[in-house]
């Protein structure tokens, strides 16, 4: 089934420099005395990855991020993403604090795949091993087998298939598909997308690659099979910023949420990347390639957190015990089967 979800404006936080300054000098000084981390995405703003980088914490996608808060030793994390994320690395440390600059940071997937009609998709298919994404609450996790993410799906499918094993598969039906399509495994899809990557456009991206033939095509699975069929290269935002350093073009075209290029442009200094093209202009476009929900981990909101105490990812205890079952059991996955 596929549910309607409504996207927010991007707002973005306008600090001048001496703001900027001086909010980067409490934050930094609010993560020593709190014993605390910054674990943050790649699509979060520049300023912030910057900052995580430059004190201890991390910058990533989410299955690193996913891993971090458990090997290092901080009694705090300060997850700088989506929602999913901060339940994620609550559900692997349930005792450390977990607190989130945005708590209202949604994921048109997650919001896409409420609990209830996840359930009852469930009990249709009752033979099906259920597979989720990572960007799903804590809440359709406890109904899954696996979760997976960008960077681990092929394999944990090819892995069970290979068992004889039949998916039911939520809630991305683009990244299933595109699983599907490598595996060639028995699965059954929710209808759900990511607001941000359904955006780019394949018509326009054939005329790009016209203007720019030297280009290789970089793109995320969550993008529809058609702006899939013209990449060069798939994977997850790890993925593709290595791919960025090491496949032999002075060119890229990128289809993923642009708050990569700060990482991409240190993986791959001097190499041209471009923002692969969306539908609509303006006031039609529906993003415009951002994540709306990513942008709203502003700096002075980590401050605000580390001061306050507020925005902390609480979860109740069978929901901690049944949703980690399907990452341990990923993260156990790759340590033994690592890429
Ligand atoms: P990655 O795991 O590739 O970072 O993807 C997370 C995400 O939300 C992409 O839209
Ligand atoms: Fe979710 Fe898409 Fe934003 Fe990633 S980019 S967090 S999948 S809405």
């Given at each position: 089934m596929s549910v309607a979800v409504e996207i927010p404006p991007?707002?973005?936080?306008?600090?001048?420099?001496?703001?900027?300054?001086r909010v980067l000098a409490r934050v930094r000084l609010l993560l020593q005395e709190q014993d605390a981390v910054l674990v943050a995405h790649y699509y979060t703003e520049p300023?912030?990855?910057?900052?995580?980088?430059d004190t201890g914490g991390c910058v990533s996608d989410s299955l690193e991020m996913a891993r971090f808060g458990s090997r290092n030793p901080a009694r705090t994390l300060v997850v700088c993403g989506v929602r999913f994320m901060g339940e994620t690395a609550k559900l692997l440390n349930p005792e450390?604090?977990?607190l989130m600059p945005a708590i209202d940071a949604e994921c048109s997937l997650d919001l896409g795949c409420p609990p209830q009609p996840f359930a009852d998709f469930c009990?249709?298919?009752p033979d099906r091993t259920v597979v989720v994404y990572a960007n799903t609450s804590a809440a359709i996790k406890a109904r899954a087998d696996w979760m997976v993410t960008s960077g681990s799906a092929e394999a944990v499918v090819a892995h069970l298939a290979g068992q004889g094993k039949s998916l039911l598969w939520a809630p991305d039906k683009y990244l299933g598909d595109y699983v599907r399509r490598c595996t060639g495994a028995d699965m059954e899809l929710w209808d759900g997308s990511c607001v941000v990557h359904e955006s780019f456009n394949s018509l326009e991206l054939e005329r790009m690659r016209q203007r720019y033939p030297e280009a290789l095509v970089l793109v995320h699975p969550e993008s529809s099979p058609q702006v899939i069929?013209?990449?060069?290269?798939?994977?997850?935002?790890?993925?593709?910023?290595?791919?960025?350093?090491?496949?032999?073009?002075?060119?890229f075209i990128v289809a993923t949420e642009p708050g990569i290029f700060y990482k991409m442009r240190q993986a791959a200094p001097g190499k041209r990347l471009l923002s692969a093209p969306v539908a609509g202009r303006g006031a039609t476009c529906r993003s415009c390639a951002f994540c709306p929900w990513m942008a709203m981990n502003h700096l002075s909101r980590v401050a605000h957190v580390l001061e306050s105490g507020e925005n902390e990812i609480r979860l109740p205890a069978d929901i901690i015990e049944r949703a980690s079952r399907p990452i341990h059991?990923?993260?156990a996955f790759t340590a033994a089967h690592p890429a």
């Open positions: 991007t707002v973005r936080e306008e600090l001048s420099p001496l703001e900027q300054q300023g912030l990855q910057a900052l995580a980088e450390k604090r977990v009990a249709a298919h069929a013209q990449a060069d290269y798939v994977g997850s935002t790890s993925g593709l910023i290595q791919a960025a350093r090491e496949l032999h073009s002075d060119t059991r990923l993260l």
